[in-house]
């Protein structure tokens, strides 16, 4: 199922749309047996595609309300840890990978960089996925 918010990502989402699309999310869930946690952007299902919601969209406040995840905490990636497994692991399609950085980055950084041509994990970015795959768990 997809969802379309009325708002190109160059402004913040108003409180009406936001509460609206929780009430949406509430049916849509209940209805079709969606675990909450599985909700996502169009830009994390298909980031070749698609960048929307934008950074702007509000992923920590929709968490909070019970959809969708959020990373815990904040340590440091181990020296170890592959980045880009982790990316795939958490639900990325990798085979571009500046793109599925892009979407990450949109959705748990609210940073829109586009899209590089040597994408490189930072280690922000590698402390948010050490989080995500260690809530999987």
Do not use: C
């Not at 949406?24 to 595609?49: C, E, G, M, N």
């Not at 920590?60 to 181990?78: D, M, N, T």
């Amino acid at each position: 199922l997809g969802i379309e918010l009325d708002n190109d990502g160059s402004e913040p989402y108003a409180e009406a749309q936001f509460q609206s699309l929780l009430a949406l999310l509430k049916t849509l869930t209940t209805r079709y047996r969606i675990p909450p946690s599985q909700v996502i952007a169009h830009a994390d299902l298909a980031p070749v595609r698609r960048v929307d919601p934008g950074p702007l969209f509000p992923w920590h406040r929709l968490f909070e309300a019970g959809y969708g995840r959020w990373p815990q905490g904040s340590e440091p990636a181990p020296p170890d840890f592959d980045g880009w497994l982790a990316l795939q692991a958490v639900g990325y399609d990798i085979r571009s990978p500046a793109a599925a950085l892009r979407a990450f980055r949109i959705h748990f950084r609210a940073r829109d960089d586009g899209e590089t041509l040597a994408p490189v994990l930072e280690p922000e970015d590698l402390a948010i996925l050490h989080a995500l795959v260690m809530q999987a768990r």
